[in-house]
T-cell receptor, first 113, second 109 residues
Framework: DVKVTQSSRYLVKRTGEKVFLECVQD?????MFWYRQDPGLGLRLIYF???????EKGDIPEGYSVSREKKERFSLILESASTNQTSMYLC????????????FGQGTRLTVV | RKEVEQDPGPFNVPEGATVAFNCTYS??????FFWYRQDCRKEPKLLMS???SGNEDGRFTAQLNRASQYISLLIRDSKLSDSATYLC??????????FGKGTKLSVIP
């Protein structure tokens, strides 16, 4: 079974803190993604990576950065957390083969206070 | 025009009913199409792919109309366990996925 594991299910951080969300996949997938999901807004792509050390901005990259030093790990960084970054964060991975499904982690519910 | 449009619902249907969801997409270059299912407070999971000729998987039937840029999902004989949000996902290549906001289904006893 494909497994995408996010480091935390729930996280509470203070405004201004630097926050790291970690994601690890065990299927040797080339592509990895970070989304946030908010009520009424659906899934919005923050960043994605199609190879080690490669990253591309998604639809809402402002206030975020990412790191992919190893193929299996993709980290999302909130440089200075703000209350409007309170959300559910979902990591996903997929094969480089075209038109294959994405596998999601269980999500991290981040609350910034 | 939004990239992927879905009726948000909720669709409240009795057990055993047939229900259909529609989805329109704006990117005509989309090459493949999927329906994902997301249970409350869980991650999305693939329900089924959508092929040009239409395809069926048990009680679920998916249809694609490329000319109209329209995808549908039909669920027959609804079960309580079908209650979830259904996400329409056109995809181009291996990493250009576009998720719809989803349609919420509640199957009522």
């Amino acid at each position: 079974d494909v497994k995408v594991t996010q480091s935390s299910r729930y996280l509470v951080k203070r405004t201004g803190e630097k926050v790291f969300l970690e994601c690890v996949q065990d299927m040797d997938h080339e592509n990895m993604f970070w989304y946030r999901q908010d009520p009424g807004l659906g899934l919005r792509l923050i960043y994605f990576s199609y190879d080690v050390k490669m990253k591309e901005k998604g639809d809402i990259p402002e206030g975020y950065s990412v790191s992919r030093e190893k193929k299996e790990r993709f980290s999302l960084i909130l440089e200075s957390a703000s209350t409007n970054q309170t959300s559910m964060y979902l990591c996903a991975s997929s094969s480089e083969l075209a038109n294959t499904e994405a596998f999601f982690g269980q999500g991290t519910r981040l609350t910034v206070v | 025009r939004k990239e992927v449009e879905q009726d948000p619902g909720p669709f409240n249907v009795p057990e055993g009913a047939t229900v259909a969801f529609n989805c329109t997409y704006s990117n005509s270059a989309s090459q493949s199409f999927f329906w994902y299912r997301q249970d409350c407070r869980k991650e999305p999971k693939l329900l089924m792919s959508v092929y040009s000729s239409g395809n069926e998987d048990g009680r679920f039937t998916a249809q694609l109309n490329r000319a109209s840029q329209y995808i549908s999902l039909l669920i027959r004989d609804s079960k309580l366990s079908d209650s979830a949000t259904y996400l329409c996902v056109p995809q181009m290549g291996s990493y250009q996925l576009t998720f719809g906001k989803g349609t919420k289904l509640s199957v009522i006893p």
